[in-house]
T-cell receptor
């Protein structure tokens, strides 16, 4: 079945640095990728939608200059958290639509800790 | 806002059937009922989906009421590994963003 590979699974970075998270669709082409963040014991919150070859669409309240999304190919979408702060610490998850009406395939998530 | 309502938590004994309810009284005619689960610190996992008819796969069964205003996910023989948060979502299909409610935290007890 459809697989989305997300890396890294865990990352610790210092305040002020940038972190890149990659999501690759391994056996299908993902023209769209959804990026979520999830705080402890909370549900997933959509941050942005990336589309291959065009600019990402950000949800209200999400800073596009802070969370840079690139979808340069049909199999790779990246999220870069720039100038990270401790409040950016969260669980980030990517997701791509699967086969028609089959559902969505999710990456395994990235636990970001900013110290 | 999510269009579904689920109980916040449920317990089930290992080996028993786990029945997870979901209310979606405002579901539209073109919206499917999807179920996902999220095991702690992992990405969500697709379980099953349906439109009108009941569905069954290797993981679970989905029972949708005739008026489509509610559904029940059934895990026929729950194991400890089924402990997770289960999300019921209504959605027209692929390429539409999913709107996540709070889900049901299912705890399987030995």
């Amino acid at each position: 079945g459809a697989v989305v590979s997300q890396h890294p699974s865990r990352v610790i970075c210092k305040s002020g640095t940038s972190v890149k998270i990659e999501c690759r669709s391994l056996d299908f082409q993902a023209t769209t990728m959804f990026w979520y963040r999830q705080f402890p014991k909370k549900s997933l919150m959509l941050m942005a939608t990336s589309n291959e070859g065009s600019k990402a669409t950000y949800e209200q309240g999400v800073e596009k200059d802070k969370f840079l999304i690139n979808h340069a190919s049909l199999t790779l979408s990246t999220l870069t958290v720039t100038s990270a702060h401790p409040e950016d610490s969260s669980f980030y998850i990517c997701s791509a639509p699967g086969q028609v009406n089959y559902g969505y395939t999710f990456g395994s998530g990235t636990r970001l800790t900013v110290v | 806002d999510a269009k579904t309502t689920q109980p916040p938590s449920m317990d089930c004994a290992e080996g028993r059937a786990a029945n997870l309810p979901c209310n979606h009284s405002t579901i539209s005619g073109n919206e499917y009922v999807y179920w996902y689960r999220q095991i702690h610190s992992q990405g969500p996992q697709y379980i099953i989906h349906g439109l009108k008819n009941n569905e069954t796969n290797e993981m679970a069964s989905l029972i949708i009421t005739e008026d489509r205003k509610s559904s029940t996910l059934i895990l026929p023989h729950a194991t400890l590994r089924d402990t997770a948060v289960y999300y019921c979502i209504v959605n027209p299909g692929s390429n539409y963003q999913l709107i996540w409610g709070a889900g049901t935290k299912l705890i399987i007890k030995p």
